[in-house]
């Protein structure tokens, strides 16, 4: 596939005015980010001080690695820290600064960004404001949101407004982790990472199918990022406990057949585990991620969809462009 046709639909972004807006406010509520002149940003990262490297909010530095890594388009996503640490209206101000970041990237470049806006979910009457206003905007095409929001599900009642309005609209939403389960279990050897983002996503979309959030949103699509984390891999358990535990009969259909309303992006870090996804789902569930541009993320992810074998030409297209075109309407 050319270069400029493939598209990446996980890849962080940071604009400068939503760095400054927690540098300058953020403090109060518990959040630190600091910007001196001439360096780089500094941000809480899951409770740590990390720097932030030039390329999450430099066009330039950033179009440079896409080109070296023959991706066409990235769809921009915030991470860590999001915006729920933050009340009211300045939840709502700082969606507002990341989304209107993700607008102005696409009008400077509308062949390489589109963005995945933000929303305040925390406070659901001022998430659908947001999303109302973020709609219209240009380059937007699609909802990022975290695994939970808080300490609560996502199967939470209060958030079924804010679907049925995203649905609405026929954005799809795609998920990250913020917060991990357990997280002092998982400090040393980095395992937040390795072990923690995987588990959240699976028990992220647990609680989308056993909350019956799929059933109610029939038309909503989501994306699991890290190749839906341990879900598919626990499938056959979680299906076989529907089964047998009365905690699960409210849900009429087994989980397993839940799987295809998901998308999965490709961020395994193993060809067999994506083997192993792509015969579970099929390739028309697996979109290009890379999780750009931490140091987990893949540097070369055309690359590793390129060089997996038992891939036909079509399924390739489909994996590195076709169903992200479909998911963000592009």
């Not at 490297?53 to 996503?77: C, K, N, P, T, W």
């Amino acid at each position: 596939m050319e270069n400029h046709k493939t598209i990446d639909i996980h890849a962080h972004f940071f604009p400068e005015a939503y760095l400054r807006m927690v540098a300058e406010k953020g403090e109060n509520f518990g959040m630190r980010c600091s910007w001196d002149d001439g360096a780089l940003p500094v941000i809480d990262i899951g409770g740590k001080m990390a720097p932030i490297e030039i390329r999450y909010f430099d066009f330039q530095e950033r179009l440079a690695s896409m080109d070296r890594q023959g991706v066409g388009i990235h769809a921009l996503s915030l991470t860590q820290p999001m915006v729920y640490w933050a009340p009211g209206d300045l939840g709502k101000a700082l969606s507002e600064a990341y989304n209107d970041g993700c607008a102005e990237a696409h009008l400077a470049h509308p062949d390489r960004f589109v963005g995945l806006a933000t929303l305040p979910m925390h406070e659901p009457e001022l998430a659908i404001k947001e999303l109302e206003r973020v709609a219209g905007e240009p380059g937007i095409r699609g909802i990022y949101m975290g695994t939970r929001i808080g300490e609560l599900e996502l199967s939470e009642e209060r958030f079924f407004p804010v679907y049925e309005a995203i649905q609405d609209k026929g954005f799809a939403i795609f998920l990250h982790p913020i917060k991990v389960v357990d997280p002092a279990r998982l400090k040393k050897f980095y395992l937040t990472n390795f072990i923690g983002n995987p588990t959240e996503s699976a028990i992220a979309a647990s609680h989308l199918i056993f909350g019956e959030v799929l059933d109610r949103f029939p038309n909503l699509d989501f994306c699991l990022p890290h190749a839906g984390g341990s879900l598919p891999y626990l499938i056959g358990r979680i299906t076989h406990g529907w089964g047998v535990r009365p905690e699960c009969r409210h849900l009429k259909n087994p989980p397993d057949s839940y799987l295809r309303r998901f998308y999965y992006d490709t961020i395994t870090h193993s060809h067999p585990a994506l083997d192993y996804l792509i015969k579970l789902v099929g390739a028309d569930r697996v979109v290009l991620g890379s999780d750009f541009c931490f140091d987990m993320s893949y540097q070369q992810p055309v690359e590793f969809v390129m060089n997996h074998s038992g891939l036909s030409e079509a399924d390739r297209n489909l994996i590195l462009a076709g169903n992200a075109r479909k998911l963000l309407r592009i």
